[in-house]
Each structure stands twice: as C-alpha cells, then as structure tokens.
C-alpha cells in the first residue's frame, strides 16, 4: 500500500491509543501493549478498529483510499441516492434505486395496499357466492 506512511502520519499526530516510544518499545500503542500495527515492517495492511473508526474518518481522502484498497463495505462503495419520498416528501438515501418511499412510508404503503386488496377480494367473493 502505498499510503501506509500517510496513515502512519495519522496515526502519529491523532491515535490517542499511539505514545511513541513507551516502555523501550517503538511506536507503542496503548492496545496493542506492543508496537502499533501499522508501524509493522511488512507490506500489508494490518487492521485495527480503534484506527478505523475513530482515526481514520479525520482523513476523508485516505479513508477513501483505504476502504478501496480493502474492500471494506463503506458508505462511499455504494453510493445510496437520495431520495424524495412521494408521500411525506421527506429526503432519505435510498437502499436501491428502486425503493421509492421512505422507511416510514413504506410500512405504511404496504398496510394501505394489503388492506385495499383484501377488500377487493371481500367483494369479489360476495359477487361469485351470492
Ligand atoms: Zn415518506
């Protein structure tokens, strides 16, 4: 990965979890209670939740960049468009580009069509039996 040092950066200047050198060790970090494992002399990209959660967002370019680069299921992979629901014409992102209401509304759209549709069956069935 080619923004590890850039990460590093982050990690230095804004990880309340990272000390330096602490207890003889380099780069210490606080959780680990060892080195902290993006200061690791490998090539991969190590994880580290505290870091993505709560480090990482500061950086929105290089969380960008390293959600890609991980695959990790992030709200800029799939971009959710925003919607205008027709009932309550309040603005949500949607799931799909197919869901047209929004979460309250769609409860309740599906209650009024089930309810309409029983009674449409109620009177179809008096006109055939009676
Ligand atoms: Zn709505």
Redesign the pocket.
Known sequence: MQNKNRIKRLVKNNCACYFGAKYGIPNYCCLQDGPCVFFAQDDDLPHCIYFEKGVLPIDEKLEREYTSERNVESEFKTAQPRVN??????T?SANSNRQK??????D?NANEKSKLRMRQMRKSRLDVTL
Request: proline fraction near 7%; include cysteine.
């Open positions: 629901c027709p009932k309550c014409r309040a949500f209401y929004c979460e309250k509304c769609r309740k």
